[in-house]
């Protein structure tokens, strides 16, 4: 029986390793290089309708991101890992969309309990 080779990474899943790297090196004019203009932001604690108010608010929170699996399937790349935000670490999913080889949606997933026990 052959086994497949799984090393194999699509374009998709590229530009989004290429924008985390980019995010957790605090390169966020690299970054925004990943990102269409008109990006949406979808996350448990509120949304952002635009690459500029993203960028502005990861700029201010420098989270870093620890991956442990990346799913993709064409245009969409799954990622789960754990985000450092500056006191909790969260295990979160992120679904990015991407179009014309740029992120153009992103929606997070996590259980904000540890960040709301903070306050």
């Known amino acids: 029986m ?3 080779d799984k ?3 699509s ?3 590229k530009v989004v390793n290429a924008f985390i790297k980019a995010i957790n090196d605090e390169d966020f004019i690299t970054a925004r290089k990943y990102v269409n203009d008109n990006l949406k932001f979808d996350g448990v604690l ?3 309708d635009g690459a500029d108010i993203y960028f502005s608010d990861m700029e201010r929170m420098k989270f870093k991101y620890n991956v442990k699996k990346v799913f993709a399937d ?3 790349v799954c990622l789960l890992y754990d985000i450092n ?3 909790a670490t969260i295990f ?3 679904w990015y969309k991407l179009e014309n080889g740029k992120i153009s949606s992103l929606k997070v997933v996590f259980d904000p309990r540890p960040l709301l026990e903070k306050k």
Do not use: L, P
């Open 92 to 94: 979160t999913c992120g």
């Open 74 to 76: 064409e245009n969409d």
């Open 46 to 48: 509120g949304s952002r």
């Open 7 to 9: 090393a194999v990474t």
């Open 11 to 13: 374009q998709s899943e």
């Open 2 to 4: 052959e086994t497949v």
């Open 85 to 87: 935000m500056g006191g």
